[in-house]
């Protein structure tokens, strides 16, 4: 990824514009780095995506101030990533500090990331609830989500949470939802933890997403963590969240995922049949 180039002014407001007519997602993510570093640009490109149907969803450390008129746009979503309490956070973000995302976010509505870590778990118990117990009461914060630890094959690292503490996160989350409306995460998607997929071709929510580089030209596979992701460690909530639709079982009896994994047969094989115009149907879902 070090030999990409990005692009900048009217040249990257034109080439997203350009990906999103010809792929013409649903969702559109936009993360980083960090995109408020191409403010100008975002200003130009927000309004233009969401006129064009598309949900819209922006990850940022909160570096800069978050333009005021987007607090009021629907279908836009600002999410600040949050590296655990401010001890730890303002460590590893700066300048993105607690002091300064406070400032930036003011007179919004945002919601707040943050990846759980080995190192947090071993803070304590009461790590997670003191999180939540500092967002949650501020008016700007819509919801919090919880993300935990994706590690690369091979990794040895102190982010990486053992088999017990992702246990004890689970048990965690599934109690602390119930006293934190703003935690955001079904019972169903927190469950989803202790048995993440397999691999990349048993995640749906790989197999709908295309996440393209800064180059707007590179793909990254074979998910959004590209390299060589640890798909038995995966933390990924979206991943999560889609697996938990894909067991859900229809009447009881047919599990949804089942249904998806038929229909993306399907598609592969039409796509080897003649291109046809494309439809409102053949939308790929989502896009980063």
């Known amino acids: 990824?070090?030999?990409?180039?990005?692009?900048?002014?009217q040249a990257l407001i034109d080439g997203v514009l350009?990906?999103?007519?010809?792929?013409?997602?649903?969702?559109?993510?936009?993360?980083?780095?960090?995109?408020?570093?191409?403010y100008r640009e975002l200003q130009a490109l927000v309004p233009q995506l969401l006129d064009r149907g598309v949900h819209v969803q922006i990850v940022t450390s909160a570096f800069r101030e978050i333009p005021v008129e987007w607090a009021a746009r629907p279908r836009l979503?600002?999410?600040?990533?949050?590296?655990?309490?401010?001890?730890?956070h303002d460590v590893r973000r700066a300048p993105a500090t607690y002091t300064r995302i406070l400032k930036n976010i003011a007179s919004q509505h945002?919601?707040?990331?943050?990846?759980?870590?080995?190192?947090?778990?071993q803070r304590g118990a009461g790590y997670l609830e003191e999180f939540l117990a500092f967002w949650t009461p501020r008016p700007e914060?819509?919801?919090?989500?919880?993300?935990?630890?994706?590690?690369?094959?091979?990794?040895?690292?102190?982010?990486?949470?053992?088999?017990?503490q992702r246990l004890v996160a689970i048990a965690q989350m599934l109690?602390?939802?119930?006293?934190?409306?703003?935690?955001?995460?079904?019972?169903?998607?927190?469950?989803?933890?202790?048995?993440?997929?397999?691999?990349?071709?048993?995640?749906?929510?790989?197999?709908?997403?295309?996440?393209?580089?800064?180059?707007?030209?590179?793909?990254?596979?074979?998910?959004?963590?590209?390299g060589n992701p640890d798909c038995g460690s995966c933390g990924c909530i979206a991943s999560m969240g889609l697996a938990a639709v894909g067991a859900y079982r229809i009447g009881g009896i047919i599990p949804v995922g089942a249904i998806f994994?038929?229909?993306?047969?399907?598609?592969?094989?039409?796509?080897?049949?003649?291109?046809?115009?494309?439809?409102d149907s053949t939308r790929l879902p989502i896009l980063q």
């Open 261 to 279: 994994r038929a229909s993306a047969k399907f598609g592969a094989a039409r796509a080897k049949e003649p291109a046809s115009p494309p439809t």
């Open 175 to 226: 109690q602390l939802r119930r006293k934190y409306s703003k935690l955001d995460m079904p019972e169903t998607l927190i469950r989803q933890f202790a048995a993440p997929p397999h691999s990349p071709a048993d995640c749906i929510f790989a197999q709908t997403t295309a996440t393209v580089s800064a180059d707007l030209r590179t793909r990254v596979t074979p998910c959004q963590f590209g």
């Open 110 to 121: 945002v919601t707040v990331h943050c990846t759980v870590t080995g190192q947090m778990m």
């Open 141 to 164: 914060i819509r919801r919090v989500w919880f993300s935990l630890f994706t590690p690369q094959m091979g990794d040895a690292i102190e982010e990486i949470l053992t088999p017990e």
């Open 77 to 88: 979503n600002v999410v600040v990533s949050i590296d655990g309490l401010q001890a730890e």
């Open 1 to 9: 990824m070090r030999d990409l180039h990005d692009r900048k002014g």
């Open 18 to 38: 350009e990906l999103v007519d010809r792929l013409r997602p649903l969702h559109l993510s936009l993360v980083g780095g960090d995109p408020l570093v191409r």
